[in-house]
């Protein structure tokens, strides 16, 4: 099974351009051309959150449009960027019921084909960084207790620091409580995230969180105390993670036009 995941979309209306400089809404659109035939086909799609960039309807409207062309399961998560009732409003189809699982919060189980899926809400509303309460942890818990199959949980913001200080400074509150939960169930073979615009792998007790880079801009990689928030044009991209035999692999993917592939040999020698 393949499980793609993209991130940190952040669509605008009317030809607008985030931050003046980036056309989001044509990046995804080749994300998404990528996706379905430039690269192996996955079996689900997961976006975790950000899908716009202000929570409107017309934004999400244009999201949908782009989504389109997905033609597997498409799980959506809420970023610090979405307003959650927009969202489920915008996707009001029964595929899409997973949205309204949860009463208060974007959150939900779904069973991926020898996989399951938890996603969780980490959104504080009009705020950048995310939050666990107790209501959140407990309903984690209790999910992961109620079945012990091979789990991916899913999630906007990463629940540990990257070292990337104005990104960190958001905050994550519950970063610890969180960190406990996951560490009393070993059959969590994975914590996805977005927010970063970047990949970054972590230790999380037992199992590994990372985070997926977006298909349009990404955080600058700058480690030194006080560095600025700033954004760079590098290559954008997603995670595909290929579940076999048990086993739970990630690649990076990047989304462009790449000379190649070469061969290495000819003739079944290396070539010279």
Not at 14 to 27: E, I, S
Not at 187 to 201: D, F, K, N, P, T
Request: charged share 20%; glycine share 10%; net charge negative.
């Amino acid at each position: 099974m393949l499980i793609a995941q993209i991130s940190d979309t952040h669509i605008k209306t009317d030809g607008r351009l985030a931050y003046g400089v980036v056309d989001t809404a044509a990046m995804l659109e080749r994300c998404v051309h990528h996706l379905m035939h430039a690269g192996p086909h996955p079996d689900v799609v997961i976006a975790t959150g950000d899908l716009v960039d202000f929570g409107k309807p017309e934004e999400y409207a244009l999201l949908k449009q782009l989504l389109a062309p997905i033609d597997v399961p498409l799980y959506l998560l809420a970023g610090n960027h979405d307003e959650r009732a927009a969202l489920r409003d915008a996707f009001p189809e029964p595929e899409f019921d997973y949205l309204r699982q949860h009463p208060d919060f974007v959150q939900y189980t779904a069973n991926l084909g020898g996989l399951r899926l938890i996603a969780l809400d980490t959104v504080i509303p009009r705020q950048g960084g995310g939050r666990m309460c107790p209501e959140r942890l407990a309903w984690l818990d209790d999910q992961l207790s109620q079945d012990g199959s091979p789990t991916i949980v899913a999630m906007h913001h990463p629940p540990f620091l990257t070292g990337i200080e104005h990104m960190d400074m958001q905050g994550f509150d519950g970063m610890e409580a969180f960190t406990e939960v996951i560490a009393r169930h070993a059959h969590v073979e994975r914590v996805i995230c977005g927010h970063m615009h970047r990949s970054i792998h972590y230790r999380l007790a037992h199992t590994v969180a990372l985070t997926c880079p977006s298909p349009a801009h990404q955080v600058a990689l700058d480690l030194n105390p006080g560095g600025p928030d700033c954004f760079i044009m590098e290559p954008p991209g997603y995670l595909l993670h290929r579940w076999v035999g048990g086993t739970l692999v990630t690649h990076t993917c990047m989304v462009g036009d790449f000379a190649g592939p070469y061969r290495f040999r000819e003739g079944g020698a290396l070539i010279d």
